[in-house]
């Protein structure tokens, strides 16, 4: 069946620090593939996304990465903040048009 | 900026209830979602709508219902609430197909529901 996992439920890192966080998926037919953050108390907010046939896509101080040979999708935030602690959901999509797959989620801290 | 609105924040609710949890969003989108969210489990999907009274089942979706009477309000039923039913609830919104390259989903803030 389709799933979309990570590999760290916590990742904690220092102010400045570059953050990586990984996701991997099973469904190779995914077309594309979204970042999500979620702060405490509110909704899921879209950071980045890219599609399958692209290997690497740059937004504001965040890099998302794919490599479809393993199946695997990274989101990188440079000099992380105190504010970028959250929690970062990746999704990918599934059979149907209207279906994104989501991945259960790894919280990051940041530390002063 | 997009707006989605969920009416309430927090519920507290008996078993046997029935629950109306309702959303509106601000941006004239076709597509409206509700998802269901718990621990270890992620986003799950009960029910999408892409257009007036037009509604699809998602991955879970028995034990709910909804209704989308107007474009910018999709409300979800619990028909009869169930301690297995409490959850966080988080409503979204789109302006066309999730997985078209210049789409995404905008999320209200969430519905934390606790059925006793």
């Known amino acids: 069946g389709e799933s979309v996992g990570l590999h760290l439920p916590t990742l904690s890192v220092q102010e400045g620090d570059n953050s990586i966080i990984n996701c991997a998926y099973s469904?190779?037919?995914?077309?594309?593939f979204i970042w999500y953050k979620q702060e405490s108390g509110k909704g899921p907010q879209f950071i980045i996304d890219i599609r399958s046939n692209m290997d690497k896509r740059q937004g504001q101080r965040v890099t998302v990465l794919l490599n479809k040979t393993v199946k695997h999708l990274s989101l990188q935030i440079a000099a992380t903040q105190p504010g970028d602690s959250a929690v970062y959901f990746c999704a990918e999509t599934g059979t149907g048009f209207q279906k994104l797959v989501f991945g259960t989620g790894t919280r990051l801290l940041v530390s002063p | 900026d997009v707006k989605v609105t969920q009416s309430s924040r927090y519920l507290v609710k008996r078993t046997g209830e029935k629950v109306f949890l309702e959303c509106v969003q601000d941006m004239d989108h076709e597509n409206m979602f509700w998802y269901r969210q718990d621990p270890g489990l992620g986003l799950r999907l009960i029910y999408f709508s892409y257009d007036v009274k037009m509604k699809e089942k998602g991955d879970i979706p028995e034990g709910y219902s909804v209704s989308r009477e107007k474009k910018e309000r999709f409300s979800l039923i619990l028909e009869s609430a169930s301690t297995n039913q409490t959850s966080m609830y988080l409503c979204a919104s789109s302006p066309g197909p999730l997985n078209r390259w210049d789409t995404e989903a905008f999320f209200g803030q969430g519905t934390r529901l606790t059925v006793v």
């Open positions: 469904n190779s037919a995914s077309d594309y």
